[in-house]
């Protein structure tokens, strides 16, 4: 039978409200829409004030058969009595929830009732979607849509716990109704966060739940409300106190249940989401909350599994440790790099080789503590000072006669300011704009030195000189800029107490005074200093309403469209459009050459020795050397562009040549009379191009658009015949492209084995000095192929590095070399016996260094083979790597020019003697190189200059 043609209704939707009378009926109308017949609504009035029941009734007049009101006889100031109320007046076998400022998708009751009715489920759980509705943009974001991505039935909530942890919502869920009446589900009434205790119990009761990968739910948020909703009441201790309530009751049940898995990832999603809301207020709270917040959290926290802690983000388990103690010294700055995820607030302190967010609590019989407070990982010890956000705490804040006193605290961790270091400073103010600044003013710092482990300065700026338009730059950001002996590190002013800076300062508009004249300190929600203009009090009413109505409006929409325009003459479309339509309309330069090295990530490689080999032949060439982040490294006698951009586009239309070794834009169409020399950056191991199974099985579209691209190259360089094997033909490159002419990058390689055979002894050049490595000390290479480990790219070794440090560290210096896509972070222990070198652009000259290698997978063994030295492959993985990676070309295992080991214990082994393993592995190092470096002879960066350079020479 057709659910549409039953008598009662199949589904009740509950609607509550509460003093909501203008939005009540969108809601409403939004079930009465639904595509669903067999739908009633019940309206239940939270006995409001503004004639929200009145509202109700009226629509209940208007359709009588589908919508009911009813009114609770006092208000319950939440939202579980009305909701409770309105499941008792339920007629339908289902029942939705929703609130009176929300709204069902069209099509949410009859996708939610068909998956209940096809899999007999007790609870079907559909997507959230949280609708900025005073957003200019439309913004829409999605309520963990991981959870539903496709269509499943579980049998019980343990198979998916991130279910219960993560959407605690009970609008998004339709139920059925004698279930909740059978298990006797209710919401507590008289307390917040209702909806987390109800539907964990919906999940534990429920015997088959559903997912469904269907929108049922607009979640309308207002940014700007005037009243904030009660989840956003973070300011209210009463609020924090009804959270815990909630989840003290919601960890019984799961512990009624034996349920103790979901309990852990309830730990873990408590520290990293529900704590954290609540700790990012602690700045702006007076005295009284940070201590009845602190008395409540540490006794929920004397609950959570310890273990919890390693699951959450370092900076999580610090805060959560240090509130614990009470330790609010400590506390409050650990906040800011929690609100502030780059800056360093901690002054840290170095113990035994390892790095300590603080010094407190380390003496103390405590291994948790220490194990918490360790930040040794985050590798915060290994910055420059250059790259470090560094935390400004605003000490104190004047105003007089339009000027502005202000001083503040910098943190110096780890004393990477050195106390001799020439020390100068500039505050800036500047117009807070997305994405430009159009107007900034900058004052000198009068008084920067050291104080015990901090910084401290002091300065006035006359803000009489700030010009604000008056309608845009509404608000001024304030950054103070730190220079350390030329280098420059940029903070921002942390406002740690809440009412430090006050009063208004005048200013003189652009725009007439009448709009605003003063403005005055706030703090940003990231608690950081700003201003903000303010009214003239004697700007009348006519002005005031041309600030905000038509004149204003104008104005602004004008900015905002001029902003829309900016951003789109920017956007990847509009670049290509102009590559193609504009600029490769101009005419070919003769000599002009564009560089790029792994996409623009480097100055290295072979590209780099073309580029050299040309400046060493005295060719006249316009070189352009192509950068994706800065240009520090790369030539000085080179023209420099950031990838991507206008300049760096118009080159590459303009070029003669291309030189790179990975590939430029996919999406950019060479010119004919442009020569693409592809150098390509090392012999394959691993399966390449339509040898790969991605590849191999993808639409003939993107088969056809992955041809094009490689279609484009004219010369590929060869090092061997095993490259014509594999990546050649797994490129599909035509005879003609191939260039058997070696590896420019390894001239150096070979000519330095002819010096060392010819002279009998090894030159170390100027980098082991750089290093700080002394004469007495052979170096060891360790050099990985790319892994996909760990958060932000970060590459984990897969050895005990302070074991090895001190097992070997009297006799090696070990280089550990990440892929440029990874990075490493070393301990301060193994500082001086190993050193990171992965920022070093070109790995040639740390291939020269090295007295031995230690590598697994990477390309970088067919390079380091010319040397004929020690070679060690570490293959702790290997059977993942071939058997369920992309697959290889050769079986290393048999034909690895050097011992291959499985274990860290067998590469300690094989490492005590580099003499042993260079004879015993002589003959297979031969037959390596005649095989995978043919015609890698010294020569390759010559012979390519020669054929397509030589024109350009200089007389």
């Known amino acids: ?71 609770l006889p006092e208000n319950s100031g939440g939202c579980g009595a009305p909701r409770n109320h309105g499941v008792g007046q339920a007629r339908g076998a289902y029942v939705l929830f929703l609130d009176s400022d929300d709204v069902l998708e069209r099509n949410a009751c009859r996708n939610m009732l068909e998956a209940a009715e096809s899999t007999g489920a007790d609870l079907v759980c559909g997507l959230c979607v949280r609708v900025h509705v005073d957003s200019r943009t439309g913004k829409e974001v999605k309520w963990y849509p991981w959870l539903y991505e496709r269509t499943r039935t579980l049998e019980s909530i343990s198979e998916l716990p991130d279910l219960l942890v993560f959407d605690t919502l009970s609008t998004n869920k339709c139920y059925r109704r004698q279930f909740l009446l059978d298990e006797g589900l209710e919401f507590p009434v008289g307390i917040h966060y209702e909806d987390l205790l109800f539907s964990a119990q919906a999940y534990v009761a429920a015997r088959r739940i559903t997912l469904i990968p269907n929108r049922v739910y607009d979640w309308r948020i ?300 706030m703090v940003s929600s990231r608690g950081h200093l700003a201003f903000r203009l303010v009214p003239d009090k004697k700007a009348n009413e006519l002005v005031q309403r041309g600030v905000n109505g038509r004149a204003a409006t104008l104005a602004k929409s004008g900015y905002r469209k001029a902003r829309a325009l900016r951003k789109k003459l920017t956007s990847g479309d509009t670049k290509i459009r102009l590559y193609h339509e504009v600029f490769s309309r101009l005419p070919v330069k003769k000599g002009l050459v564009v560089f790029e090295s792994h996409l623009g990530r480097q100055y290295s490689d072979s590209p780099k020795a073309i580029y050299e080999e040309m400046r060493r032949q005295n060719l006249e060439c316009e070189a352009v050397w192509a950068y994706a982040d800065r240009p520090d490294g790369f030539p000085a006698d080179a023209t420099l562009v950031r990838r991507w951009s206008l300049p760096y586009l118009k080159a590459l239309a303009q070029a003669e040549f291309w030189v790179d070794n990975q590939s430029y834009p996919l999406k950019l169409t060479k010119r004919p009379e442009t020569t693409y020399i592809q150098t390509w950056h090392g012999s394959a191991l691993k399966r390449m191009g339509f040898d790969e199974p991605e590849w191999r099985v993808g639409s003939r579209e993107r088969q056809a658009a992955q041809q094009r691209t490689l279609d484009r190259f004219d010369r590929f360089l060869i090092r061997s015949e095993h490259d014509v094997r594999t990546l050649a033909r797994a490129f599909r490159l035509q005879e003609k492209t191939l260039l058997r002419v070696g590896y420019p990058r390894n001239d150096a390689l070979v000519r330095a084995r002819e010096r060392e055979e010819a002279t009998g002894r090894r030159e170390r050049g ?60 070393l301990p301060p222990s193994v500082r001086g016996r190993v050193i990171d070198v992965t920022a070093h652009h070109d790995m040639t000259p740390l291939l020269a260094l090295a007295d031995g290698l230690i590598t697994d997978y990477s390309s970088v063994m067919f390079d380091y083979a010319l040397l004929d030295r020690p070679m060690f492959f ?23 020019p050097g011992p291959v080991v499985r274990s860290e214990d067998e590469l300690r082994a094989v490492l005590g003697s580099l003499e042993e393993q260079a004879t015993k592995y002589a003959a297979k190092r031969e037959q390596f190189v005649a095989e995978f470096g043919e015609y890698d002879k010294g020569t390759a960066a010559r012979s390519i200059v020669e054929q397509f350079f030589a024109h350009g020479r200089r007389g």
């Not at 589904?11 to 739908?39: E, F, G, K």
């Open 874 to 896: 570490f293959a702790y993985d290997y059977e993942e790597y071939v058997h369920e990676g992309r697959g290889t070309y050769f079986d290393l295992l048999e034909r690895a």
């Open 766 to 825: 100027p980098l082991a000095a750089k290093l700080g490595i002394s004469e007495g000390k052979r170096v060891l290479l360790y050099a990985p192929t790319f892994r996909r480990r760990g958060g932000g790219q970060r590459f984990e070794l897969p050895f005990d590095v302070e074991r090895f440090a001190d097992t070997f560290g009297d006799r090696y210096v070990l280089l550990v070399r990440s892929h440029y896509l990874n990075h490493v972070v």
């Open 1 to 71: 039978m057709n659910v549409d043609q039953l008598a009662a209704p199949a589904v009740s939707v509950v609607v509550i409200v509460y003093n909501d009378a203008a939005r009540l009926p969108t809601a409403v109308r939004s079930v009465l829409d639904q595509t669903l017949r067999s739908v009633e609504v019940v309206v239940v009035d939270d006995r409001s004030t503004d004639g929200s029941y009145e509202v109700a009734r009226r629509l209940a007049a208007e359709h009588p058969d589908r919508v009911r009101a009813f009114q």
């Open 222 to 521: 207002v940014e700007r409300a005037a009243a904030k909703s009660i989840s956003n009441r973070r300011d209210e201790i009463a609020n924090f106190t009804h959270r815990m309530e909630i989840h003290r009751r919601v960890d019984q049940l799961l512990a009624d249940n034996g349920l103790l898995e979901l309990k852990f990832a309830k730990d873990v999603k408590w520290l990293k989401h529900d704590l954290v809301l609540h700790l990012r207020e602690l700045p702006f709270r007076d005295a009284s909350y940070r201590q009845e917040f602190a008395a409540i959290a540490r006794e929920y926290l004397e609950s959570i599994d310890r273990a919890a802690f390693d699951e959450a983000e370092p900076i999580h388990a610090i805060c959560a440790y240090l509130l614990q103690k009470g330790d609010w010294d400590n506390l409050l700055p650990a906040v800011d790099t929690l609100t502030n995820r780059d800056k360093i607030s901690s002054p840290l302190v170095e113990r035994d080789g390892r790095v300590y967010w603080c010094v407190e609590h380390l003496d103390e019989d405590d291994a948790f503590g220490r194990h918490v407070l360790d930040v040794t990982e985050l590798g915060y010890h290994t910055k420059p000072v250059g790259k470090m956000f560094l935390r400004n705490v605003l000490t104190s804040y004047g105003e007089s006669q339009g000027k502005v006193r202000l001083a503040g605290r910098i943190t110096n961790p780890l004393g990477v300011i050195p106390p001799r270091a020439p020390l100068t400073g500039e505050l800036e103010f500047y117009a807070r704009r997305r994405g430009v600044r159009f107007q900034t003013f900058r004052f000198p710092v009068a008084r920067v030195r050291h104080e015990g482990e901090a910084l401290v300065w002091e300065t006035s700026a006359d803000l009489a000189v700030v010009r604000p338009l008056g309608i845009v730059d509404a608000v001024w950001d304030v950054r103070l800029h730190l220079d350390v002996d030329g280098v420059r590190t940029t903070t921002r002013l942390t406002v740690a107490e809440p009412d430090l800076a006050g009063g208004q300062v005048p200013v003189r508009p652009r725009l007439t005074r009448l709009v605003a004249d003063r403005i005055e300190p």
